[in-house]
């Protein structure tokens, strides 16, 4: 989950309402006890997301989805890190066509040929976990099809670059440069950030940027890195609920989110299902 604005630039989404995060914490770095407990809440999370994308298909609803997502996490003694957070009135957001991020869910059933973000947090044991997919309903087009893979391949190339002593700006460039040499736009409006004991803590994590821009990476800072990717302008707008966030050109969107430990060496998925899973 995102309700962060583009940093340094004035963007149209900076002062939304929903947008409560403000920079100038102290980065927060997690102990090796905490990151075991996040590591349990994001295996938790990646269940749960595991679960959610089994029940997609044709005449599901977002609300069917959103219920399914509260009541796993408190299946296991999680609680849904999102529910009442700035006052989102939901477990999931739920990212539908060309909604980004923030879709407040609702009883619209899908139809073959969609494509669902889904994003969800769990709060357990002082700690959260953070993670997002996107999933195709039933068949999708190859360029839909496309727009998936290219959003999913370049978080996988920002994670690469979150290693200590690199910089924010690193993952950040890794995202852009990825996916806009497929053809396809970042989203500026919104970033990544740091996740932990709040839902959101520093640093942000743009999906754009300069290598060696931002903070420098140590080890014990954990991360949200979630690229938002469009197919065709970058461009979005908040709908009159104040969540939803669309493209400004109607077409898809695409959403994927892992919650990532800097660590003396290769970096760590917190939100990665375990192999044996």
Not at 63 to 91: C, I, V, W
Not at 114 to 139: E, K
Not at 143 to 151: N, P
Request: proline content about 6%; overall charge negative.
């Amino acid at each position: 989950m995102k309700f962060k604005t583009r940093p340094k630039k004035r963007s149209r989404l900076e002062g939304h309402a929903k947008t409560p995060h403000k920079m100038g914490q102290k980065i927060r770095i997690k102990s090796t006890e905490d990151l075991a407990v996040m590591r349990e809440n994001g295996i938790l999370v990646a269940r749960a997301l595991r679960h959610l994308a089994s029940l997609v298909r044709p005449g599901v609803t977002t609300m069917d989805l959103d219920r399914e997502g509260e009541q796993f996490l408190r299946d296991h003694g999680a609680t849904p890190s999102f529910l009442g957070y700035g006052g989102y009135p939901a477990s999931v957001c739920a990212a539908h066509n060309e909604v980004v991020v923030h879709g407040i869910p609702n009883r619209v059933p899908l139809k073959e040929g969609d494509i669902i973000g889904i994003d969800i947090g769990a709060f357990r044991n002082g700690l959260h976990a953070d993670s997002a997919i996107t999933v195709p309903v039933g068949d999708i087009s190859p360029a839909t099809r496309e727009l998936l893979t290219v959003t999913e391949e370049s978080l996988w190339q920002g994670i690469a670059k979150a290693r200590a002593g690199n910089h924010v700006g690193d993952i950040s460039h890794a995202i852009q440069s990825y996916v806009e040499e497929r053809g396809y736009s970042v989203v500026q409006e919104l970033v990544g950030h740091g996740v932990g004991f709040n839902l959101h803590e520093d640093p942000q994590v743009p999906n754009f940027g300069e290598p060696g821009d931002g903070v420098r990476l140590r080890p014990g800072m954990t991360l949200a890195i979630e690229p938002m990717i469009n197919q065709g302008t970058r461009e979005v707008q908040v709908l009159p609920d104040k969540w939803t966030i669309v493209t400004l050109d109607g077409r898809f969107s695409a959403h994927f989110e892992h919650t990532v430990a800097i660590t003396d060496g290769e970096p760590k998925i917190i939100t990665l299902l375990p192999p044996d899973d």
